[in-house]
């Protein structure tokens, strides 16, 4: 069972990034899929979730109105449309997959390996 997560990379503040998180070696469809980030030296926290069975979404308010959170459980992929990029969003991000949404990163069983996100001012 493995998560990729891809497309981080360096952007100006107002830009815009999409990452992709691919599942392999089991379906994820049904499962509740989240993106979490990391900033240098703060905890790990919730961006935004995806529910498995109805596909409904929550955002952590920091990102709300700027991120979006979407899956294609045909290619058993999530990814997360971020714009109007901020410098404090500027972070490893994470995605995860659990069979119910939770907010509390430490409830989430299956991890990619984290994308950097760096936003310059």
């Known amino acids: 069972v493995q998560l990729q997560a891809s497309g981080g990379g360096s952007v100006q503040a107002g830009g815009s990034l999409r990452l992709s998180c691919a599942a392999s070696g089991r379906t994820f469809s049904n499962y509740a899929r989240g993106w979490f980030r990391q900033a240098p030296g703060k905890e790990r926290e919730f961006v935004a979730t995806?529910?498995?069975?109805?596909?409904?979404?929550r955002y952590a308010d920091s990102v709300k109105g700027r991120f979006t959170i979407s899956k294609d459980n045909a290619e058993n992929t999530v990814y997360l449309q971020m714009n109007s990029l901020k410098p404090e969003d500027t972070a490893v991000y994470y995605c995860?997959?659990?069979?119910?949404?939770?907010?509390?990163?430490?409830?989430?069983?299956?991890w990619g390996q984290g994308t950097l996100v760096t936003v310059s001012s």
């Open positions: 995806i529910s498995g069975k109805f596909g409904g979404t």
């Open positions: 995860a997959a659990e069979a119910i949404v939770y907010t509390d990163y430490r409830r989430w069983s299956y």
